[in-house]
């Protein structure tokens, strides 16, 4: 027994021991979002959007692949012109919903 444990520790510890291999971890990739506004985004956006259910400039980057500015941009034009109607207003995060004709 004394023999056993005596020897254990000597052969996990030393020159010899292999250390431990830490993963690399997972590299997202860069996002490759339209950053100007072409004709063919634009009619992209005033076709789509309406048609969601819930609108925020994080949903639209995501199905878009617009990015953030131009979000914001389209939310405050599609707004403006009554597609899309304000549900929260706060300074992190808007949400909007789409305009219903009953209205």
């Known amino acids: ?4 444990k005596a020897a254990a520790p000597t052969s996990s510890s030393g020159k010899s021991a292999k250390k431990k291999k830490w993963s ?3 590299v997202k990739d860069k996002a490759q979002h339209t950053v100007a506004l072409d004709k063919v985004t634009y ?3 005033m076709k789509e ?4 259910k819930f609108v925020s400039q994080s949903i ?3 199905r878009l692949k617009i990015n953030g500015s131009l979000a914001r941009i389209a939310i405050r034009h599609m707004e ?3 597609h899309i109607k304000r549900i929260v207003h706060h300074s992190a995060q808007l949400v909007y919903t789409r305009s219903t004709s009953s209205e």
């Open 43 to 45: 009619d992209r956006i």
């Open 60 to 62: 639209l980057i995501e």
């Open 80 to 82: 403006k012109e009554g």
């Open 49 to 52: 959007v309406p048609t969601f």
């Open 1 to 4: 027994m004394a023999k056993a």
């Open 24 to 26: 690399k971890g997972k």
